[in-house]
């Protein structure tokens, strides 16, 4: 272990993504690397939206209210050197599941500063149609981008990769090479 902790959040529900497939090998590399690495299958875990209750932001050192699994989360995003978001794409963006987490992170936003401040983000998509444009892939790595830049957060990477079938991906040996050596970047 090189003491480099990278969370990777998995946003398909389905069985044989390719998303999580894409994110396996950032794990892969992440870990060859020799650093430490949790997965989290978000469609697994129970996680509302955020309800814009404001109550995260009452006083300094308030959180989040909403009682589910994000409780758990919280902290991981908070210690973690690297954060993965592997997402299909659903309507063009990313799919629900990974937005509400996504939107969660607003409770970690404080007078100090955003928790997230300074961390290495990293993207993988997967989506049916033949490019990231028509696709809408291009949507969720402008916002990721924007995300990136309010955060103060540093992008790693981002792979992606057309697949529809579920386990197509393993077809497209690049795009698991991609994926391996930016989980050897985040590593770093
Ligand atoms: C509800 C739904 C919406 C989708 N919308 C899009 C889309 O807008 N663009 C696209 O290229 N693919 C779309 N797809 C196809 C998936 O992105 C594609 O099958 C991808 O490989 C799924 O990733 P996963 O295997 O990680 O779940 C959609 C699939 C579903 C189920």
Redesign the pocket.
Known sequence: MNGKRIIIL?????G???????ADQVAAGAKEAGAEVELFSLSKMEIYPCRACEACHASADSQCVIQDDMQGLFPKLREADGIVI????????F?AQTKACIDRWYSLESPQGNALAGKQLALV??????DPY????VNAIRAFGDMARYLKATVAGIVY?????????QQQPKALAKAYELGQKLAK
Do not use: H, Q
């Open positions: 998995k946003g398909s529900p389905r044989g993504s390719n998303s999580s497939i894409l592997a997402s299909p794409i659903y309507w063009f963006t799919n998509l997967a989506y049916a149609d033949t028509s696709s809408g892939a990769g057309s697949s529809g079938e579920a386990g197509a991906i």
